[in-house]
């Protein structure tokens, strides 16, 4: 069946990168993108970006430009996403979500939670 | 402060019906950019329970519905059931800011 799984919990410095690994498996993997989702604590859905997985092409949102990377690694059907310079308001869970550019998210992965503390 | 206006929460008895709505602005829902709506169930990943304003994925209870209208979608759950109790969140895409775009979220509790 199509799932994805993603990396396990991580613990930050501040100052700190992060990299979440999301394994997609039961698609063929370069026919869609991934899109990646942060939910902090308490809070709504914060959409952070999307890469294809068919050319590499990426789209982040803008507050996030600068600090965050999504990249795919088409040999294993991984997509990963880091953030340097993480923050205390980077604490959260990461989802990533199988995509198309502006289609709905259908497949989601369980999560990946991040907290950065001193 | 979302993109999209979500109210924070709504509530309704076994059985009743509800909607919640989603209201956008002319650079996404009424720029003609589908309306998505996820259920994320306590303590898990969201789940896509309408996709392109009004269609349901395979599995989803024929109790959930969507509709647009100019710049603001609508989720209707009829016969609400115990299982209903979410979060329910709107998605679309905002082309002023080339980026995809979720409603604040609303959370339903099933008196």
């Known amino acids: 069946q199509v799932q994805l799984v993603q990396s396990g919990a991580e613990v930050k410095k501040p100052g700190a990168s992060v990299k979440v690994s999301c394994k997609a498996s039961g698609y063929t993997f370069t026919s869609y993108g991934i899109s990646w989702v942060r939910q902090a604590p308490g809070q709504g859905l914060e959409w952070m970006g999307w890469?294809?997985?068919?050319?590499?092409?990426?789209n982040y949102a803008q507050k996030l430009q600068g600090r965050v990377t999504m990249t795919t690694d088409t040999s294993t059907s991984t997509a990963y996403m880091e953030l340097r310079s993480l923050r205390s308001d980077d604490t959260a869970v990461y989802y990533c979500?199988?995509?198309?550019?502006?289609?709905?998210?259908?497949?989601w992965g369980k999560g990946t939670t991040v907290t950065v503390s001193s | 402060q979302s993109v999209l206006t979500q109210p924070p929460s709504v509530s309704g008895a076994p059985g009743q019906r509800v909607t919640i709505s989603c209201t956008g602005s002319?650079?996404?829902?009424?720029?003609?950019?589908?309306v998505h709506w996820y259920q994320q169930l306590p303590g898990t990943a969201p789940k896509l329970l309408i996709y392109g304003n009004s269609n349901r994925p395979s599995g989803v209870p024929d109790r959930f519905s969507g509709s647009k209208s100019g710049t603001s979608a609508s989720l209707a759950i009829t016969g609400l059931q115990a299982e209903d109790e979410a979060d329910y969140y709107c998605?679309?895409?905002?082309?002023?800011?080339?980026?995809?775009?979720f409603g604040g979220g609303t959370k339903l509790t099933v008196l």
């Open positions: 998605q679309s895409y905002d082309s002023s800011l080339s980026v995809g775009v």
């Open positions: 979500a199988r995509a198309r550019l502006l289609a709905p998210m259908d497949v």
């Open positions: 002319s650079s996404n829902i009424g720029a003609g950019y589908d």
């Open positions: 890469i294809s997985a068919y050319n590499g092409n990426t």
